[in-house]
């Protein structure tokens, strides 16, 4: 991951339809680790929370930056979607800010309350005695919260962020993961002394992910850009866990924020599924059968995505009891059958075949090359694929559409077997334009370019993509294409769920 010195917001910073949206609520508490505090505190409960499963937790210092989805960070809002897309676990956030002394009057900013500085600063276990006495059983009441550390993080900005990494070095059974951004990790109350504390102390159960900006704070305090390559330096000695995203920001949330997405998917990524990354895949250079994707999605158990070459006047069996299939010709022109039925085919035709019917390629000219696609769903139903059928679908057979961006021809809109949503399509996109702005859809999407280059927009990254290139788009993950080019280009696309 590198640092992004723009410093803009990506596709997963964005409010989506299709997003299922957590809620939150706002609090008070008066705390007794704490005496004579009170302070505000928030609750975000994402919606697919289902009180019968325990919840993850993140817990964030000054909760009121962290909470607001107009600010730097709009935690809530990138939350909705990368709980959506899988990349973190359904996750309940505690949004906490620093407490204030009751006799005194309202603070002009929850950054200037009276306590912030004595609870954050502090190199004690005490505020991670208050979450762990205080915050967090009053948040049992209402939740079913995991008591497993690694699904609990802390997070913090500032001096919230040595408070964070605080209460996890001193609490490690409670807290594994410390998301810490612009962190003050300087002389304030001592928190210059963590960087030797980490060379000389056994190396402790966390993972942290730290950012911070080559024009932070330079004050009597200390460097704070020093100070966070200082606790870089410690981690990597000690062998943690750990990410630094270093950029050339000053003491603000805009860096921190706009990497956000890709911090907390790399904070989450070791307790979530593992599954086929939405990004592109390269067409082989050479000749020989190649594994392009393999493993699970959103929707599959199990993929394959493959290319395949045949030699002129060669066969190939497809065959499954247990696998769906899809087969797309690349190049060249093939007799296919299926099922005792044949059909001379050329490049982009395409033979969906259900479990337990069989098919066979016959090359027909040189250079025949195809894509194959074998899975297994976790909503499989024999006698919706019977009822949906296997079927060829010639390209030269499909109807040509155009509209204002270029056209479309429609293959199917269908169930199968494995998946009651199944369909495809292939653009022409005109020169220079996008097809759309970034969306999203639960439906998962692989893109097969045919002719052309484009750029794909896939969450918060870009990625280029020339003809046999293959695109795969997660479930709810935002994406778009661009046509780079000067004349129309094509691309083919299928989604199921």
Known sequence: MKAQDGYEYGPNSEVYETIPKGIVSKHSWESTTFPNTIRDYYIYVPAQYDASEPA?????????????????FKVPTVFDNLIAQGKMPVTIGLFINPGHDKNLPEPESPYRVSNRSLEYDDMSSTYGDFLLNEMIPELKKSYNISDDPKMRAIAGLSSGAICAFSAAWFHPGSFHKVLSHIG???DILGGHNYPPMIRKTD??????????????LNNQFGNWWLANLQMESALKFKDYEYEFVGGTGGHNGNHAGSILPE???????????????????????????????????????????????????AQKAFFDTKKEQILIIKEGEVKATLNGKS?????????VIMPGDKAEFIAKSEGVAYYQMAYTSKDIDVERGKKAGSE???????????HDRGGIRNYFHRETA????????????????????????VATEIVIMIEGETEMEIGNQKYLGKAGDVYFLGSSVPHAIRNMGNEQTRYLAFQWN
């Open 56 to 72: 993850a937790l993140m817990v964030f210092q000054d909760g009121h930056a962290y909470v607001n989805t107009i600010g730097d």
């Open 392 to 402: 060829i679908l010639a390209y030269s057979e499909l109807d040509y559409k155009t």
């Open 184 to 186: 003050s990790f300087t």
């Open 343 to 351: 059909k001379t085919l050329g490049a982009n035709s395409v033979v």
């Open 263 to 313: 911090s907390l998917a790399w904070l989450w990524s070791d307790v979530v599924p593992e599954r086929v990354a939405s990004q592109v895949y390269s067409f082989p250079s050479g000749k020989a059968d190649t594994v392009l994707m393999k493993g699970k999605t959103m929707h599959l158990d199990d993929m394959d995505f493959t290319v395949n070459f045949i030699n002129p006047s």
């Open 203 to 216: 190396k402790k159960d966390i993972k942290v992910f730290m950012q911070d900006g080559s024009s932070d």
């Open 418 to 441: 494995m998946c009651p949503y199944y369909e495809m399509h292939m653009t022409n996109l005109n020169p220079g334009i996008k097809s759309h702005e970034p969306h999203t859809h």
